[in-house]
């Protein structure tokens, strides 16, 4: 199995800093690299695909890049809304495998 | 506006079979495929997964020898079913729809795109 290492595992910040969450692949998925976020007591809400991609109906404020085995999710000016989990998941092989998660706070 | 809804036992015996139906309404599941995904409490998610309208199946090797996913093509459902049952197996189990989000450079990227509320399992005698 392909291993998802995030880090952090939890971080603070201020409403408006810019966010960065990092994600690291046990071994190279290309492009393959999804980001969900997930609200408490909710399913999860896919943000970005092919690791740079932003779904339909995102904001702007969240951008992904990177391939191979090293990826990033940013936030450029956080919102009180963006109080979430955020997991990376690759689509490369199967099974697909979801990081821990980075729990994003507002300070 | 597609939507998924779990449904099933909530409370299930510790050695016996957990078995979740998802309801898919707005979106005929003789397209794309279809998965399970789970969540033990305060932990991350683990894909169980997935089939198609066909029954063509994949699923994770680490739950394999458990775990049967079956389609119901007329009902617009499929359905989960676990056996052998353990705590380990508590957490809130989710249905989603696995679409192609995009393609790039001829190459095609799969995410799941809707998701279920969510139904909470616990296993406990």
């Known amino acids: 199995d392909i291993q998802m290492t995030q880090s952090p595992s939890s971080l603070s910040a201020s409403v408006g800093d810019r966010v960065t969450i990092t994600c690291r692949a046990s071994q190279s998925i290309s492009s393959y690299l999804n980001w969900y976020q997930q609200k408490p007591g909710k399913a999860p809400k896919l943000l970005i695909y092919a690791a740079s991609s932003l779904q339909g109906g995102v904001p702007s404020r969240f951008s992904g890049s990177g391939s191979g085995t090293d990826f990033t999710l940013a936030i450029s000016s956080l919102q009180p809304e963006d109080c979430a989990t955020y997991y990376c998941q690759q689509s490369y092989t199967i099974p697909l495998t979801f990081g821990g998660g980075t729990k994003v706070e507002i300070k | 506006q597609v939507q998924l809804q779990e449904s099933g036992p909530g409370l299930v015996k510790p050695s016996e079979t957990l078995s979740l139906t998802c309801t898919v309404s707005?979106?005929?599941?003789?397209?794309?495929?279809w998965s399970w995904i789970r969540q033990p409490p305060g932990k991350g998610l683990e894909w169980i997964g997935y089939i198609n309208y066909s029954g063509s199946t994949n699923y994770n090797p680490s739950l394999k020898s458990r775990v049967t996913i079956s389609v119901d093509t007329s009902k617009n459902q499929f359905s989960l079913k676990l056996n052998s049952v353990t705590a380990a197996d508590t957490a809130v189990y989710y249905c989603?729809?696995?679409?192609?989000?995009?393609?790039?450079?001829?190459?095609?990227?799969?995410?799941?795109?809707?998701w279920g509320q969510g139904t909470k399992v616990t296993v406990s005698s």
């Open positions: 989603a729809r696995r679409v192609a989000a995009g393609t790039l450079l001829g190459r095609t990227y799969y995410g799941m795109d809707v």
């Open positions: 707005g979106d005929s599941i003789s397209t794309y495929y």
